[in-house]
């Protein structure tokens, strides 16, 4: 089976060699993913602006694999303050309102100080066969 990938210019990614996302078939996986680039991590420090970013950087991957976020399936979510989980789940919700992936979201620790979300999605391809 044919596997296609996607990657950004995450120091992280090469760092750890791993890609943002892979298909393979007609699944997505997308890797957790924070509010950074080429620079590393972006310069905001509000949780739900970082979740709305992310979901850019997730959208943007699935995109360039042939999918959509209407695919998405499945989300997980890690906050690096459960205090964060509200406005996180709020920007999670307005993206997914009429998709509602089963998700999970729990705290942990995140690889730098300034990442306070990271988020991992699975989206399946609609129509989508083998590649």
């Not at 739900?48 to 699935?62: D, H, S, T, V, Y």
């Not at 789940?89 to 300034?114: K, M, N, Q």
Request: proline residues 2%; contains cysteine.
């Amino acid at each position: 089976m044919s596997v296609l990938q996607h990657s950004t210019d995450s120091p992280w990614e090469a760092v750890g060699g791993y890609s943002r996302a892979v298909r393979s078939g007609n699944r997505i996986y997308v890797a957790g993913t924070t509010a950074s680039g080429a620079d590393g991590a972006l310069d905001l420090d509000d949780a739900g602006e970082q979740a709305r970013a992310i979901l850019n950087i997730i959208k943007n991957a699935i995109e360039s694999l042939g999918g959509s976020m209407s695919g998405v399936v499945r989300t997980r979510i890690y906050v690096s303050d459960i205090a964060h989980w509200e406005k996180v789940a709020r920007v999670h919700g307005e993206v997914f309102a009429d998709i509602r992936p089963a998700c999970t979201l729990v705290e942990a620790r995140l690889v730098d100080d300034s990442l306070l979300v990271e988020i991992e999605a699975e989206a399946v391809v609609e129509g989508g066969d083998a590649l």
